[in-house]
């Protein structure tokens, strides 16, 4: 049991450091100063971070037939090479005149490559270790992949101080290259281990283990833990960077460590109970060869494997992972041909696809209004995001306990509507009010992409989830480039340029406001759809 909490610990490890493409906005303008790029460049290269999602389907692969721990080392190697190559090109650039642009695009989509990767890695671990818990331990994991723009802004903001605004850009690339590395080699025996454990274990000649002694408690302390590492970091990321001293801000980073560190005394304290009491609750749960049984035991071992008390339970399940609504499976090349698909796939493009637009072009849209204080603001998306993305898993958690099932379409509806309206919000020259719409749209970006992953199973079924959700995603690359080549066209006609390529002035991204804004609107509309069309499939299967 403490081995399971301690992989979960690890997938958390692992989340905090993968989302280096978030903290892109963080050094775009200086990247852009630097490689003397134009706006529409600049937007390519957040597309070509995004891009590196559509060859997701190799980490997959790799999975299937390599080691986990590899599998999760050739990730971090990957993103080693993307940003490191950047790093030391930036590095020597005043030997050179120029690098070429290509070089770098191809550099981005390598290391943007490498987040699924350890995301693949992260999941299987989940799924193999938390069967009976799978969606409430992959919520609380994916979460922390909000803070790794806070986590990386952090760091870069001590170690860099006194730097100029260049050198923290090439800070970034370094810290983007070397963490992740660092983490994986820390992780990999953990991982290793794990994986030795469930195939010894049975996992794969049909039976499955999940501790149930009062995992709730377990969860508790988690759910607790988190929301102690999320209110940090929006708390420090809402006192920004130029109000605090070094000194004081190093402080900040150490609690900071500290509380992201405490989920490990979750299995540091249930290891000490095993071997304080010599016994542990083990849910065992074999599936038979007949189609539409499954066995489950409970088993109470001591120490020494002796059974004190053991209670039998048999539960009906489905032969199939199929769709919750109909109970019919539907293959990825039957789900192109769903209206339903079509459906969804401009939901997910004009929600978090936007969002997440938003967020690469935030570096110059606080530039655009006359800020500097665009780590802060960074930061202070990734907070809010790494909430959003705990809020579906604490409605699951909810519901599932109420015996309810709830309309990820029509959670989805409720997240875009006030993302729709901070979008409007943005057309306002105020301070706060850049603030609060980045707040509330880094908040509903996290939550619709996590509902996302229940989205896809809840519509068309688990059977094959990999291959579909993939699909489903390749909206983020296509969503990005579309919608990013227009923001920098029209950051390029607006406004008033007071150096090269630089626009100053409200109109810069106003007009992209509207666009991003009516769009959002229209996505709640779909999302509605969706939820109505499904509704009426849920009371025709008879489904509360």
Same mark, same amino acid.
């Given at each position: 049991?403490s081995t399971?909490?301690?992989?979960?610990v690890a997938?958390i490890w692992?989340?905090? %450091?993968s989302?280096?493409?978030t903290?892109?906005?963080a050094?775009?303008?200086q990247?852009?100063?630097?490689?003397?790029m134009s706006q529409?460049q600049?937007n390519n290269?957040?597309?070509?971070s995004?891009?590196g999602?559509?060859?997701a389907?190799?980490?997959g692969?790799?999975?299937?037939?390599?080691?986990?721990?590899l599998?999760l080392?050739?990730? +971090?190697i990957?993103? @080693? #090479?993307?940003y490191?190559?950047?790093?030391f090109?930036l590095l020597k650039l005043h030997?050179?005149s120029s690098i070429p642009y290509w070089v770098?695009?191809?550099? !981005?989509v390598?290391?943007g490559?490498s987040v699924?990767w350890?995301? !693949?890695?992260?999941y299987i671990?989940i799924i193999q270790n938390f069967p009976?818990?799978?969606?409430?331990?992959?919520?609380?994991s994916?979460?922390y992949?909000?803070?790794?723009?806070?986590?990386?802004?952090?760091i870069v903001?001590?170690?860099?101080a006194?730097?100029?605004p260049?050198e923290k850009a090439? $800070?970034?690339?370094?810290?983007?290259?070397i963490?992740?590395?660092i983490? /994986?080699?820390?992780?990999?025996?953990l991982?290793?281990r794990?994986s030795?454990?469930n195939?010894?274990?049975?996992?794969?000649?049909?039976?499955s283990?999940?501790?149930?002694?009062k995992l709730?408690?377990?969860?508790?302390? @988690?759910?607790?833990?988190?929301? %102690?590492t999320?209110?940090?970091?929006?708390v420090?990321?809402?006192?920004?960077y130029?109000i605090?001293s070094? +000194?004081?801000h190093a402080?900040l980073?150490?609690?900071g460590?500290?509380?992201i560190?405490? =989920?490990i005394m979750? =299995?540091?304290v249930?290891k %000490?109970? &095993?071997?304080?009491q010599?016994?542990?609750w083990?849910?065992?749960?074999?599936?038979? +060869?007949f =189609?539409? *049984?499954?066995? $489950?035991?409970?088993t109470?071992?001591?120490g020494n494997?002796a059974v004190?008390l053991?209670?039998k339970?048999t539960s009906?399940?489905?032969t199939?992972?199929?769709?919750?609504?109909t109970?019919k499976e539907?293959g990825p090349?039957l789900m192109?041909k769903k209206?339903?698909?079509w459906?969804?796939f401009?939901?997910?493009m004009f929600g978090? !696809?936007?969002?997440?637009?938003?967020?690469?072009n935030l570096?110059? #849209?606080?530039?655009?209004?006359?800020h500097?204080r665009?780590?802060?603001l960074v930061s202070? +998306?990734?907070?809010?995001?790494?909430f959003?993305?705990?809020i579906? /898993?604490?409605?699951e958690?909810?519901?599932?306990?109420a015996?309810y099932?709830?309309?990820?379409?029509?959670?989805?509806?409720v997240m875009m509507?006030?993302m729709s $309206?901070?979008f409007f919000?943005l057309l306002?020259?105020?301070n706060i009010?850049?603030h609060?719409s980045?707040?509330i749209?880094?908040?509903?970006?996290?939550?619709?992409?996590?509902?996302?992953?229940?989205?896809t199973t809840?519509l068309?079924?688990?059977?094959g989830?990999g291959?579909?959700?993939?699909?489903?995603i390749i909206?983020i690359?296509i969503?990005s480039?579309?919608?990013?080549?227009?923001a920098g066209?029209l950051?390029r006609?607006?406004?008033?340029a *007071?150096?090269?390529?630089?626009c100053?002035g409200?109109?810069?991204?106003? !007009?992209?406001? %509207?666009?991003?804004?009516?769009?959002? /609107?229209l996505g709640?509309?779909?999302?509605?759809i969706?939820?109505?069309r499904?509704?009426s499939?849920? &009371?025709?299967?008879?489904v509360?």
């Amino acid at each position: 049991m403490s081995t399971q909490w301690l992989v979960l610990v690890a997938a958390i490890w692992l989340q905090s %450091i993968s989302g280096t493409n978030t903290n892109f906005p963080a050094y775009s303008s200086q990247l852009k100063h630097l490689l003397s790029m134009s706006q529409l460049q600049l937007n390519n290269l957040a597309f070509a971070s995004d891009a590196g999602k559509i060859l997701a389907w190799f980490s997959g692969v790799a999975a299937l037939y390599l080691p986990l721990w590899l599998t999760l080392l050739i990730g +971090s190697i990957i993103g @080693m #090479i993307g940003y490191g190559v950047q790093y030391f090109l930036l590095l020597k650039l005043h030997l050179h005149s120029s690098i070429p642009y290509w070089v770098v695009f191809i550099l !981005t989509v390598v290391a943007g490559n490498s987040v699924c990767w350890i995301n !693949t890695v992260c999941y299987i671990l989940i799924i193999q270790n938390f069967p009976l818990d799978m969606q409430l331990s992959l919520g609380l994991s994916t979460s922390y992949q909000g803070l790794s723009a806070k986590i990386y802004g952090d760091i870069v903001e001590v170690a860099y101080a006194n730097s100029c605004p260049d050198e923290k850009a090439r $800070g970034y690339l370094l810290l983007n290259s070397i963490l992740p590395v660092i983490v /994986c080699i820390i992780v990999a025996p953990l991982v290793a281990r794990s994986s030795h454990v469930n195939d010894s274990g049975g996992s794969r000649s049909g039976s499955s283990y999940s501790c149930s002694r009062k995992l709730s408690e377990g969860f508790v302390a @988690m759910f607790s833990i988190t929301v %102690i590492t999320g209110t940090y970091a929006v708390v420090t990321s809402s006192l920004g960077y130029s109000i605090l001293s070094c +000194s004081r801000h190093a402080q900040l980073i150490g609690i900071g460590v500290l509380v992201i560190i405490l =989920p490990i005394m979750v =299995p540091l304290v249930e290891k %000490i109970r &095993e071997n304080v009491q010599h016994k542990c609750w083990i849910r065992q749960r074999k599936v038979s +060869s007949f =189609p539409a *049984d499954e066995q $489950g035991s409970e088993t109470l071992e001591n120490g020494n494997g002796a059974v004190a008390l053991s209670v039998k339970t048999t539960s009906v399940v489905k032969t199939g992972e199929k769709n919750d609504l109909t109970g019919k499976e539907i293959g990825p090349k039957l789900m192109l041909k769903k209206l339903d698909f079509w459906i969804y796939f401009f939901v997910y493009m004009f929600g978090a !696809t936007i969002g997440l637009v938003y967020l690469n072009n935030l570096g110059q #849209i606080v530039e655009s209004r006359g800020h500097s204080r665009t780590t802060c603001l960074v930061s202070l +998306s990734s907070s809010f995001g790494f909430f959003g993305r705990l809020i579906p /898993c604490l409605l699951e958690y909810y519901f599932t306990r109420a015996k309810y099932m709830s309309s990820r379409a029509g959670a989805m509806s409720v997240m875009m509507a006030p993302m729709s $309206g901070a979008f409007f919000m943005l057309l306002i020259n105020s301070n706060i009010c850049l603030h609060i719409s980045t707040a509330i749209i880094g908040l509903s970006t996290g939550a619709i992409s996590s509902m996302a992953v229940s989205a896809t199973t809840e519509l068309f079924g688990g059977k094959g989830f990999g291959i579909k959700h993939n699909i489903v995603i390749i909206n983020i690359p296509i969503g990005s480039f579309i919608l990013g080549e227009m923001a920098g066209v029209l950051y390029r006609r607006n406004g008033s340029a *007071d150096e090269v390529g630089k626009c100053i002035g409200m109109e810069c991204y106003q !007009t992209s406001y %509207i666009i991003w804004g009516s769009l959002c /609107c229209l996505g709640t509309l779909l999302a509605l759809i969706l939820h109505s069309r499904n509704k009426s499939l849920r &009371e025709m299967a008879g489904v509360q």
